[in-house]
């Protein structure tokens, strides 16, 4: 099988390419912008487009047996136009357990290009990561781990109980590749989140232990804060916390994964072991002390 994969210069995409590449039965080409960088993805056939480029997707799809889509759900409609050029009828896209907030401002687009890919002729597979961690690639633990080591004391808005449930990038991964070649996996919805959910103040109490820290947490009321960076935000004053991150505090991100576990046989890791690799990958890395 020869699939074309996006984002894998992302880190989703770097485990999932290191599983095909494991599996040693598939061709693995990378949709990559011009800007990307390559060397991340030595070994691997490399063609230049962009998924908001629906033409550059179809003529890196020619010769292809499917598209594993990590670049994000939001390209549907150029996704869908590029595999019919291009006559490619199977389809594993990233979509997001962001679809279950109740924010519309979250859900909408989500549940909205996922609907697109119904009654529309495909082979299609949507997989919902929680958030992702693992490395230095990700977009939130390995700051909240390098916060950590160099800081004693963490601003935590609200009471800090609300549920997380991240996911570790090489269980993602081998769920994501399950989908695309498990036999009766298409026209479904998977959602892959991390073993179980924890408050976040534990996850952050978890994320010190492993680097062998402790914090003391200080508690910050969280709805004048958010209004405090909505202000800011007006203003166009760049901050390095967003208001609607603040206002997504206030919703448990807690997933059940009951159907993954029974038809991919889907077992993520314990979130203390995910983030105890991470800190070993950051400390090669002289990232945390």
Known sequence: MKVLVSGGTGL??????????????????CL????????????????????????????????MDAFVHIAGIGYAPQVLEAMHRAGVERLVAVSSTSAYSRFEFRS?????NEALL????????????????????????????RFLDRFPIFPLFGD??????????????QGMYTALTRPGTEGEIYDLPGERPLPFVELVHTAAGTLNKKVRIVHLPAEPVRRGLL???RL?????????????LREDKA???????????????AFSEGIALEVDRLRELGMVR
């Open 255 to 269: 997933y059940l994964y009951e159907k993954a576990r029974e038809e991919l046989g889907y077992a993520p890791r």
């Open 160 to 173: 800090g109980e609300n549920l997380w449930q991240p996911v570790y990038y090489e269980d993602l991964a």
């Open 231 to 233: 202000a800011a935000e």
């Open 12 to 29: 989703l995409g770097q485990g999932f390419l290191r599983v095909l590449q494991g599996a040693g039965e598939y061709e693995a080409r």
């Open 108 to 112: 909408a687009p989500l549940l909205t």
């Open 236 to 248: 166009r004053v760049p901050l390095p916390v967003k208001s609607e991150q603040v206002l997504r």
């Open 32 to 63: 990559i912008r011009p800007t990307s960088c390559t060397e991340r993805l030595k070994g691997f056939e490399l063609c230049c487009g962009d998924a908001e480029d629906a033409c550059s997707m179809e003529k890196a799809l020619r010769g």
């Open 118 to 145: 119904l009654d529309n002729g495909l082979r299609w597979t949507v997989v919902r990561p929680s958030m992702i961690y693992g490395t230095e690639l990700d977009h939130n633990m390995h700051k909240l781990l």
